[in-house]
């Protein structure tokens, strides 16, 4: 199993925290790292770190959180996608270092946190984050929305890749494997997983399979975000493997079903 595949797979949504703040080091780390997290798009993701008890800052679904992270966006095209693939980035580097987070977009006081986090006209706010470190119990809360939302658990890979058009499941190159693997235990909204990807003339295309409710003119298409991670993922692995990859947005015209969106093509060489 890869170093990446294993962070992927190790990786957990984290509610309960133990109260302690960060290290200075892994305090220093985070805040070094959140200076520039590129994204294919482009598209500049700006973090900001806040102190839960100097804001007043809580969400009725953690416990134990000192530290949140913010990232903010300018309303754009590809916004969201960009947002999930940079954020996703963080989230795995601080798991690498026993750091725990969880992704909120709803379940908090958002005027607070978009203060505290000096929002702009024409920027959106879609998630933030704790980072803190995982207590050793999780709270009852915490167990039973994991099991309400089958955390652990995703669809199969022929729900979710296919050869050339849509609904012919793929039977993936050996060397592709273990990155589509990452990319099936991507974390989503209430584990919805969106993603669809459809391999044709050399190219992954992904798209988004769209449920309602998740496209809100404040935060952004939701959806989309968890695009950006399942993206974030594959991209990561295929550099892992020692490949390079060009990420485009080329619509290759494939028959699509309903309520399904293209969003980008990746070319790897």
Known sequence: ??????????RKSVRT???QPLSDSHRKDIEDYIKEIPNPFDIPVSFVL?????YDLSSPVLAGERLYVAGKVAKKPYADVAFGYSFEKLVLHAWEFG?????IGGTMKRELFEKAAGLKDGEMMPCMSPLGYPAKRKSLKESMMRKGIGADTRFSSDR???DGEWDRALTPDPSMADILEMVRWAPSAVNKQPWRIVLKDGA???????????DREETGDLQKIDIGIALCHFVMGVEENGKTCSVCISD???????NTEYIASVKIS
């Open 1 to 10: 199993m890869s170093k990446l595949l294993e962070t992927v797979m190790g």
């Open 17 to 19: 925290y133990d109260a």
């Open 50 to 54: 806040m102190d839960a008890k100097e």
């Open 99 to 103: 750091i725990g987070t969880v992704w």
């Open 160 to 162: 979710l890749f296919f």
């Open 204 to 214: 992954y295309h992904f798209y988004e399979k769209k449920d309602k409710g998740y």
């Open 252 to 258: 290759p015209g494939i028959k699509i079903p309903e």
